[in-house]
């Protein structure tokens, strides 16, 4: 069954949106697999003025397109058709999927409590000012984190992030299966340690992570007098050996 033509604006007396056009301009012009640019992108909808939203937004409806943090095969303003998903240009397949539908209050203050009301992937809280801007106030949102759990399947799951961490960050995707793989690699030590950082939601310094971080300030003199320290210290120990 052929499709219907990405060009045209009108079905009938229904309207055909943006969205629904580049799917199957994407379908029919460029082909799975294929890579394609954003030069040909606003090329072919020019008469769109957020025509890489609405491919982003395909995402949302089971669409496979990498961008080069993707696949870093790609440059950076290339990305590649790998699938396509719902036939959204057919009435009823463009519904909102249920991820993005709108939260009450009560569902927002829940999440902002459980994420102890700062952001996750910064930490700043609600009105603090960030430490490269002293006019900007952070501004709390809730977003939507695609998580791919232990037994391969997605969920999407809210999670507390201020407005600057969540401009531009797109479709964020935690693989769970993979992060906990890591923990298992953990050395019995290294699975305390983490513990702890989680049951006080915070890490803590240890003495030679400020170490670390007052030497990589020092000057490249001041940096070859810790070296020699070190290195003297080391050499005190094995004569005491």
Same mark, same amino acid.
Request: glycine letters at 8%.
């Given at each position: 069954?052929?499709?219907?033509?990405?060009? /045209?604006?009108?079905?009938?007396?229904? /309207?055909?949106? %943006?969205?629904?056009?580049?799917?199957?301009?994407?379908?029919?012009?460029?082909?799975?697999?294929?890579?394609?640019?954003?030069?040909?992108?606003?090329?072919? $909808?020019? #008469?769109?003025?957020?025509?890489?939203?609405?491919?982003?937004?395909? !995402?949302?409806?089971?669409?496979?397109?990498?961008?080069?943090?993707?696949?870093?095969?790609? /440059?950076? #303003?290339?990305?590649? $058709?790998? %699938?396509?998903?719902?036939?959204?240009?057919?009435?009823?397949?463009?519904?909102?999927?249920?991820?993005? =539908? %709108?939260?009450?209050?009560?569902?927002?203050?829940?999440? $902002?409590?459980? #994420?102890? @009301?700062?952001?996750?992937?910064?930490?700043?809280? %609600?009105?603090?000012? @960030?430490?490269?801007?002293?006019?900007?106030?952070? &501004?709390? =949102? &809730?977003?939507?984190?695609?998580?791919?759990?232990?037994?391969?399947?997605?969920?999407?799951?809210?999670?507390?992030?201020? /407005?600057?961490?969540?401009?531009?960050?797109?479709?964020?995707?935690?693989?769970?299966?993979?992060?906990?793989?890591?923990?298992?690699?953990?050395?019995?030590?290294?699975?305390?340690?983490?513990?702890?950082?989680?049951?006080?939601? !915070?890490?803590?310094?240890?003495?030679?992570?400020?170490?670390?971080?007052? @030497?990589?300030?020092?000057?490249?003199?001041?940096?070859?007098?810790?070296?020699?320290?070190?290195?003297?210290?080391?050499?005190? #120990?094995?004569?005491?050996?």
């Amino acid at each position: 069954m052929s499709l219907p033509s990405w060009q /045209k604006k009108l079905d009938g007396n229904r /309207k055909v949106g %943006s969205m629904a056009r580049a799917a199957l301009w994407l379908a029919t012009e460029v082909g799975e697999g294929n890579i394609f640019t954003k030069a040909d992108l606003r090329s072919a $909808f020019s #008469d769109v003025a957020q025509i890489d939203r609405r491919i982003r937004q395909l !995402r949302d409806y089971g669409w496979r397109i990498d961008f080069s943090r993707d696949d870093p095969s790609l /440059k950076q #303003d290339e990305q590649r $058709f790998v %699938s396509r998903g719902a036939d959204v240009w057919i009435p009823g397949q463009a519904k909102t999927p249920r991820h993005k =539908n %709108s939260l009450t209050a009560a569902q927002r203050q829940k999440v $902002f409590q459980a #994420d102890g @009301y700062l952001c996750r992937s910064c930490g700043i809280a %609600s009105g603090e000012e @960030y430490g490269d801007d002293d006019v900007t106030q952070a &501004v709390l =949102n &809730v977003a939507r984190r695609k998580v791919v759990l232990a037994d391969g399947s997605e969920e999407h799951q809210l999670v507390t992030e201020c /407005k600057r961490c969540g401009s531009g960050s797109g479709d964020r995707e935690v693989n769970l299966e993979a992060l906990l793989e890591l923990v298992e690699d953990l050395s019995p030590m290294e699975r305390r340690i983490l513990a702890g950082w989680i049951a006080a939601d !915070r890490r803590s310094p240890e003495p030679i992570d400020r170490l670390w971080g007052l @030497y990589r300030t020092l000057p490249e003199e001041a940096r070859k007098a810790v070296a020699g320290a070190l290195d003297d210290a080391d050499a005190a #120990d094995g004569m005491d050996d």
